[in-house]
């Protein structure tokens, strides 16, 4: 494209949503990587039925992109690219999930403290307190949901075991099942 840089260049156009550059930077400094520059610029667009881009958007409606520009140490082999690529672009797929599925994650717990309100285990109430207490609080956004699964207790060979509950699986643990699957 006319220019040349001493860095590798990783660029990125995203629906635009937390946790982008913070994701990208881990998962640069985790293959040893200096991050010499980043640029993270919001862009407004309009895109075509077949996702074309066709131009900036105006007015709040608009939808806005995350257009990602990371410059890193030169990486010349091949095969360390493509795993780079492939490790930004699962990073990437986390993330979507993460944040897709963070309601109906905080919706869980809020679920789980009203059945503990309605119907409280056998167990002492200040341990019960502290308890739906700590749930209530992660659910006031002191915690960020990533991932959430439901297990059954089940028994194997005479053991207690755990068994994942068929469409439980939310955020990065979607995944997790579907490749087990």
Do not use: C, Y
């Amino acid at each position: 494209h006319g220019w040349q840089s001493t860095h590798t260049i990783i660029e990125i156009v995203n629906d635009d949503m937390p946790f982008l550059v913070d994701s990208v930077t881990m998962e640069v400094n985790r293959h040893g990587l200096t991050l010499h520059l980043i640029i993270h610029p919001l862009v407004p667009v309009k895109r075509g039925a077949d996702a074309t881009l066709e131009g900036l958007a105006e007015g709040a409606a608009a939808g806005r992109e995350s257009f990602i520009h990371v410059e890193v140490d030169r990486v010349p082999e091949p095969s360390r690219l493509e795993a780079l690529a492939a490790d930004v672009t699962r990073v990437l797929g986390d993330v979507r999930q993460a944040v897709t599925d963070w309601a109906a994650i905080r919706q869980r717990v809020l679920a789980i403290v009203a059945v503990l309100d309605a119907k409280a285990p056998p167990i002492p109430a200040a341990e019960l307190a502290e308890g739906r207490a700590f749930l209530q609080w992660l659910a006031d956004n002191h915690f960020t949901f990533l991932g959430s699964r439901s297990h059954d207790l089940v028994a194997v060979e005479g053991a207690d075991a755990l068994r994942i509950v068929a469409d439980s699986s939310l955020g990065i643990l979607r995944e997790a099942v579907d490749k087990e699957a």
